[in-house]
C-alpha cells in the first residue's frame, strides 16, 4: 500500500488544489492521518473511493474528538520603565489558543485488502463555526456515525440526509462528549463516587440514615 | 466493489434506502417495535410505518442502553477500562477484551509472548461458537420455535462458558486479556477439560445442523428475504457473518492476519443469495470452521509466560500518539481508537461498534417486506445492545 | 417428501427428550436450591478482606495503602487510614485501615483491587446469596463484614492460596534472613575489642 506522502501527492494530482495536510503520528503505531481540508472534502473522498489502485471502498470508523481552548503561556522579553530608565524584562504573557472539533475517518479496501487511511477534518472553533461536510452520500457507513459525532460533539455536518440525535434522547440540549460538559446532579440513587460528585448529589436528596458510603 | 466515477444520474442515490410509494387510498400505520419487545435483543425501538403489512419506512432509535463507556473510559486508567469492555458486547467479553489488549498494544508496541497468544485464539474461538449458536437459536426462536433449539445450543453453551470461569473466573464478565499477554495462565488440567468439550462440539454441531437446516418451515420464512447487495454491504460498512453472507471474502483474520492466526488453515464460508437463510447457514459453517482451529489450537500450545515480564499493570503511561487496532469479533470488525496524551487516561476512547454499523442497512433489507419479516431480518443482523449503545 | 426435514427434527427432539431419563448428558438441570452444583474454584463474586489469627481486628492483613480505591473502575471502595500504627499478625508495626467499605451494588466484580494488592490483603469471595430487602444499607459492606480468616480463603480457592502462602512464606522468610544477618552484623560491631599494640622485639 501507499505511504501517506503517496496518497497525498495522488489526491493532489487528482483533485487539484485540495489542500491535504499530513498529520503525523508520534506513537510507535506508525498511523499517520492526512488533513483535509472541508472546501474538498467530498471531491477528495470520492477520488479515494473510485480510484482502481486506493480502492477505499469500505469507511470504518468515524470519530469524534475535541480539542479545548488551550491557555499558554509565554515569557516574552519587553521593554519597560523601570525606575526611570529602560530596560528588557521578562514577562509573562497568557494567550489563549482556540480550540476546535475534530473528526477522524478510518479507510479500508474491502476489494483490495489494504488500510487504514486515515483522514481528519476540523471546525473553525467549538462554538460557532462548527460546520463540517458530511461524507454518507459517499460511504452510506457513515450515517449513523456522524449522527453520533452531531449528538455528543455538536459538529454539525451539512448534506447528512438524516441529521438528529443518536444515543441521546431528542429534546436533550448539551453535547456529552465535550471535554467541559457538567453532568447535572440530581441523581436518582446514592452515587458512591468519592467527595465533590457524592457532595453535588447529596444537596439533592433526602438526609438518609444508616450507613452511608464513604462517611 | 466501487461505483464508476462516470455512473449515469439515476444511480445518484443508489446507497440511499429506496423509496416505496404506499399503494391503495388509507393512512399509514405507525408502529413502535420496541424498546419492550420480546424479540429486539435488548431495549432496541423500530419506529416502522406499514401500509397494509408490508413496511414503507423503518427507522431504528438508539440509545436506552447508553451508558457513556467512552466518556468513563477518559476518567480512569487504562486497566480500569478493560472490564467495561466486557459489558459491550455481553455474549462475547473475550473478544471484546482481546480488541481493547490488542489496540494498546498498537498505541505502545507490546510484545505478546506465544502461550498467551494461543490462549487468545482458543478462548477467541470457543467464544464465536458459543455466540454462532446463541445467535441460530436466538433467531429460530423468534420464528417460533418456542426455545427448544436455543436451549440446546444453551447447553454447549454452558459447558463452554464453565471453562471460562475456571479460568478466569467468572462465566461471562471474564476482564481476562491483558495488554502484554493474559492474566493468568491456563493450567494443564484446564487445557484437558477444554479438549473434552471441544471433542463434543462437532457432534453437537451436527445435531444442530440436522435439526434445523433442511427445516421446511425455516426455509420458507428465510429464503429470499432480507436481501443485502454485496456492494451496498461494503458501502455502508457491514462486516462479520452479515458482509459474507453478502458473497464479500472479508474476514479480518485472513486479512489482517492479527495474532497468530496465519498458523491455522481455515476457510472463510460466503453466501450465494445474500438473504437470512444464508446468514444462518455462514453462521453454522463458521462454528465448524472454528472447532477446527481451536482444536489445533489446544494441539500445538507451547510453554512459556503469558505475559511480557516488561509490561506494566499500574503507572501504565504510553507514549503519546495514536493507534486503531481491530479483530474480527463474531458479530463483526470490533475496533477501538485510541489518542494518548502520555497521561495515564486515555485522551479519547472510541469503540468501533459492529452491531450499530450492521443496523445501517437494517431498513434497506426490510423496505418492501411483511412486518413479520422484520423480526427475522433483525435477528440475522444478530445484535447485542451493549454494543450499539455502548 | 415434503416435510422431511420437519421429522428429522422431531426425531432430533425426540432423542434429546427420550435421552434426559437415562443420560445425565441430556439432563442438565438441577434443582436449585435443594440441589446445588460445586462452586467452580476460581469463581469470584465480591471482595473479602482476609485476616491471620483469630482476632479479625488484629489479624487484618490490609495496611491501608488505597492503592485499591485508586485502581478500582467504579470506585466502590472507601477507605479512611489510621494515625497510628498497629502491631499486625507478625509483630510489625503496620498502619491499618479504620474504615474499610464496599459498595457491592456498584462492585462489577472485575478483581483489579485483587490484583493490584501488594499485600495479599483482598481476594474473591464466592457467596452470591447476598439479597437483602435493604438497597443502600444492606450493600454497603463495611470492614467487620468483609473480614474473614485465611482459612477460609484456603477453603474456597485451595489452589491460589497454596500459592499465596508459599509467596508469602518466602516473602517472610527473606525478611527473616535479612533480620538475622543485620543482627549478626551489629552483633559483630559490637563485641569489637582494640587489637593490642604490636609487642616489638627485646631491648
Known amino acids: 500500500m ?13 483533485v487539484p488544489g485540495a489542500g491535504v495536510g499530513i498529520v503525523s503520528n508520534p506513537g510507535p503505531s ?79 479496501s474491502v476489494a483490495r485488502k489494504h488500510g487504514p487511511v486515515i483522514l481528519r477534518m476540523r471546525t473553525v472553533n467549538r462554538t460557532d463555526q462548527v460546520e463540517l461536510p458530511s461524507l454518507t452520500s459517499i460511504w452510506r457507513s457513515a450515517e449513523f456515525q456522524e449522527r453520533e459525532v452531531f449528538d455528543l460533539y455538536g459538529v454539525v455536518f451539512t448534506g447528512h440526509p438524516d441529521l438528529r440525535r443518536l444515543l441521546m434522547w431528542d429534546e436533550f440540549t448539551d453535547h456529552p462528549m465535550r471535554r467541559d460538559y457538567v453532568e447535572p446532579d440530581d441523581f436518582e440513587y446514592e452515587p458512591t463516587a468519592h467527595d465533590a460528585v457524592a457532595a453535588r448529589a447529596a444537596a439533592h436528596q433526602e438526609p438518609r440514615e444508616g450507613k452511608v458510603a464513604g462517611q | 466493489m466501487t461505483i464508476p466515477a462516470h455512473a449515469p444520474e439515476q444511480l445518484k442515490n443508489w446507497n440511499r434506502p429506496r423509496i416505496i410509494e404506499p399503494g391503495g387510498d388509507g393512512d399509514l400505520l405507525e408502529v413502535a417495535m420496541g424498546p419492550h419487545h420480546p424479540s429486539t ?15 414503507i419506512r423503518l427507522k431504528p432509535v438508539f440509545g436506552y442502553l447508553h451508558r457513556n463507556h467512552e466518556k468513563i473510559a477518559e476518567s480512569v486508567s487504562y486497566l480500569a477500562s478493560m472490564p467495561y469492555t466486557d459489558r459491550l458486547d455481553y455474549i462475547c467479553s473475550l473478544t471484546n477484551n482481546w480488541a481493547y489488549a490488542l489496540a494498546v498494544e498498537k498505541l505502545t508496541s507490546q510484545e505478546v509472548p506465544e502461550r498467551a497468544e494461543y490462549l487468545r485464539v482458543i478462548l477467541g474461538e470457543l467464544t464465536r461458537i458459543q455466540n454462532h449458536a446463541s445467535s441460530i437459536g436466538f433467531l429460530i426462536q423468534e420464528m417460533g420455535a418456542s426455545g427448544t433449539p436455543l436451549m440446546y445450543a444453551f447447553r454447549e453453551r454452558e459447558k463452554i462458558l464453565d471453562l471460562f470461569e475456571a479460568l478466569t473466573g467468572s462465566r461471562m464478565m471474564c476482564n481476562y486479556m491483558r495488554f502484554g499477554g493474559c492474566r493468568v495462565d491456563a493450567s494443564a488440567a484446564w487445557l484437558d477439560a477444554a479438549r473434552k468439550v471441544v471433542a463434543g462440539l462437532p457432534g453437537f454441531v451436527d445435531e444442530f445442523d440436522q435439526l434445523l437446516s433442511s427445516n421446511e418451515i425455516l426455509m420458507a420464512r428465510t429464503q429470499g428475504v432480507g436481501i443485502l447487495r454485496p456492494e451496498l454491504a461494503v458501502n455502508a460498512g457491514v462486516t462479520g457473518p452479515m458482509l459474507r453472507a453478502s458473497g464479500i471474502n472479508y474476514d479480518i483474520r485472513k486479512v489482517d492476519s492479527y495474532g497468530i492466526y496465519n498458523r491455522f488453515p481455515f476457510r472463510v464460508p460466503l453466501g450465494d443469495h445474500w438473504d437470512v437463510y444464508d446468514r444462518f447457514m455462514i453462521r453454522m459453517l463458521e462454528m465448524r470452521e472454528s472447532i477446527k482451529i481451536v482444536e489445533q489450537a489446544l494441539k500445538d500450545i507451547p510453554a512459556g509466560p503469558v505475559m511480557d515480564p516488561k509490561a506494566k499493570i499500574r503507572g501504565f503511561r504510553p507514549k503519546a500518539g495514536e493507534a486503531y487496532g481491530r479483530i474480527e469479533a463474531p458479530k463483526g470488525e470490533l475496533g477501538f481508537y485510541l489518542i494518548s496524551d502520555g497521561g495515564p487516561n486515555p485522551y479519547r476512547y472510541r469503540v468501533r461498534p459492529p452491531s450499530l454499523i450492521n443496523l445501517t442497512v437494517l431498513e434497506d433489507m426490510c423496505l418492501g417486506s411483511d412486518i413479520a419479516d422484520v423480526v427475522l431480518i433483525f435477528g440475522s443482523v444478530d445484535i447485542v445492545l451493549g454494543e450499539v449503545d455502548r | 417428501m415434503l416435510g422431511e426435514g420437519i421429522l428429522k427434527g422431531l426425531a432430533e427432539t425426540a432423542k434429546n427428550f427420550v435421552g434426559s431419563f437415562f443420560s445425565a448428558e441430556r439432563m442438565t438441570t438441577v434443582e436449585y436450591p435443594e440441589e446445588r452444583i460445586a462452586p467452580i474454584e476460581a469463581a469470584r463474586v465480591f471482595p473479602f478482606l482476609v485476616y491471620d489469627g483469630i482476632e479479625w481486628d488484629a489479624g487484618l492483613r490490609c495496611v491501608a495503602c488505597q492503592i485499591c480505591e485508586k485502581e478500582c473502575p467504579p470506585k466502590c471502595i472507601f477507605i479512611e487510614k489510621s494515625k497510628d500504627k498497629k502491631p499486625d499478625a507478625v509483630g510489625k508495626p503496620q498502619f491499618y485501615p479504620t474504615r474499610f467499605d464496599i459498595d457491592i451494588s456498584v462492585c462489577m466484580s472485575c478483581q483489579i483491587c485483587v490484583e493490584v494488592c501488594p499485600f495479599e490483603a483482598i481476594k474473591m469471595d464466592n457467596v452470591f446469596e447476598l439479597s437483602t430487602d435493604d438497597r443502600f444499607d444492606g450493600l454497603l459492606l463495611d470492614r467487620k463484614q468483609l473480614a474473614k480468616p485465611n482459612a477460609y480463603y484456603h477453603q474456597i480457592h485451595p489452589t491460589e492460596a497454596a500459592v499465596v502462602e508459599a509467596r508469602l512464606a518466602a516473602d517472610r522468610a527473606k525478611s527473616d534472613a535479612k533480620q538475622t544477618a543485620a543482627a549478626i552484623a551489629s552483633a559483630i560491631k559490637g563485641a569489637e575489642r582494640p587489637l593490642p599494640p604490636p609487642t616489638t622485639g627485646g631491648d
Not at chain 1, 472546501?39 to 480502492?55: G, I, M, P
Open chain 1, 2 to 14: 501507499k505511504t501517506v506522502e503517496e496518497i497525498r501527492a495522488a489526491i493532489e494530482a487528482a
Open chain 2, 41 to 55: 435483543h435488548g431495549v432496541f425501538r423500530m419506529d416502522v410505518a406499514l401500509d397494509g403489512e408490508r413496511v
Open chain 1, 30 to 108: 506508525g498511523q499517520h492521518s492526512l488533513r483535509l481540508n472541508p472546501s474538498h472534502a467530498a471531491a477528495v473522498a470520492k477520488f479515494l473511493r473510485d480510484d482502481a489502485e486506493l480502492a477505499l471502498d469500505f469507511l470504518s470508523n468515524v470519530t469524534g474528538v475535541d480539542w479545548p481552548d488551550k491557555e499558554i503561556a509565554e515569557k516574552v522579553k519587553v521593554s519597560k520603565a523601570v525606575d526611570g530608565v529602560e530596560q528588557t524584562v521578562e514577562e509573562t504573557r497568557k494567550r489563549v489558543e482556540p480550540g476546535c472539533l475534530e473528526v477522524v475517518y478510518h479507510l479500508f
